[in-house]
């Protein structure tokens, strides 16, 4: 008799199964980093609406000891992808490579514009880095959204896994609707996060801000949704297939639902969870309509790329595994000091932004 393939040691999961879970655990940090650069993003795109050098330094400090944490979940998130499932890496990075290294681009000069503005008191370098910090944060939700439309409507990649689109085939109709739908959610979430950390006037103009915010994004859900049902109708088959998901879509309805109850009943910590979980809503609703898929092909469904012809090794996913199982706990942990110890409202002093 043929004695069965012995599986590797160390690795008591199939193959199959870590693949299942790193596309999991991509997810989890996919909504992570949106979830927490998001308001990030969104007071960027905000900041011009603010009156005068004190409430822009305000705002620029209620993000202050945050956003470079925030950011390293989208540096992990590369990692992960690039070393659980190496073939989608290639081909995302090489088929979208002007776009991402103009999002690139955006997240560094972001950085440089906070930590330069107060760097010299003259109105006129202030309002060069102001526009920096507002620009580079509007452009990168946008070309977040873009690049999500395009995975979900398929790109026209080949039998080697080489792209075909160019940058001007990437910017359809659908992903720049997904690009707006991404500003609008990022500016709401940021308009909540500024309210919760400020006081006084800056604090009356975001309660505005929130409810314009607000507006702008339920009429870009709505359209977005609609959109998505008549130009990607496989996003619905595995919905179709496991009936218990839609409980997400109904789920992230009343989260979305509960942002203004809470505003109107003077709760705007409720109204941030409630924005969180619609964020995380949203990527969870991503990466169902997707699954199995990670990088459909346009030109034939055959040579697409998904979780399990693109995965790595069942050694490396299950080592992958080990190391992921002793980092997150000390990244969450991390993660939950640095917002305790600057948990309240922003005061500026000499060594604000």
Known sequence: RR????????????????????????????????????FDLGVGILHPLAKGDTERRTMMNS?????????????????????????????VFSGFYAAFMLLLFALIFRAVSLEFRSKVKD????????????????????LFGVAAGNVMTGIAVDDRFVVHNGMLGQLKPYPIAVG?????LFAMHGAIFVYLKTEGDLQERARGWIWRAFFCF??????VTAYTVAEVPRALSNFERVPALWIVPLLNVLAIANIPRAMHLKMPFYAFVSSCCTIAA??????????????????????????????????????MLVVAGVGMPCVLAYTATIYWVFRGKVKLDHSSY
């Open 63 to 91: 993000i202050g000891p945050l956003w470079d944490g925030n950011e390293v979940w989208l540096v992990t998130f590369g990692g992960a992808l690039f070393a659980a499932f190496p073939n989608a890496y290639a081909t």
């Open 218 to 223: 339920l009429a870009a859900y709505l359209g």
């Open 180 to 184: 707006a739908l991404a500003v609008c």
């Open 123 to 142: 109105r006129r370098w202030r309002t060069l880095w102001d526009f920096g910090f507002f620009a580079s944060s509007l452009l990168a939700p946008f």
């Open 282 to 319: 949203l990527a969870f609703l991503f990466a169902v309509a997707l699954f199995p898929n990670l990088v459909p092909s346009t030109i034939d469904p055959a040579y697409g790329l998904t979780v399990y012809n693109a995965r790595s090794s069942e050694k490396t996913l299950g080592i």
């Open 3 to 38: 004695r069965p393939p012995r599986r590797g040691r160390g690795c008591p999961v199939s193959h199959d199964v870590l693949a299942l879970v790193w596309f999991a655990l991509l997810g989890i940090l996919l909504i992570g980093y949106a979830i927490l650069d998001g």
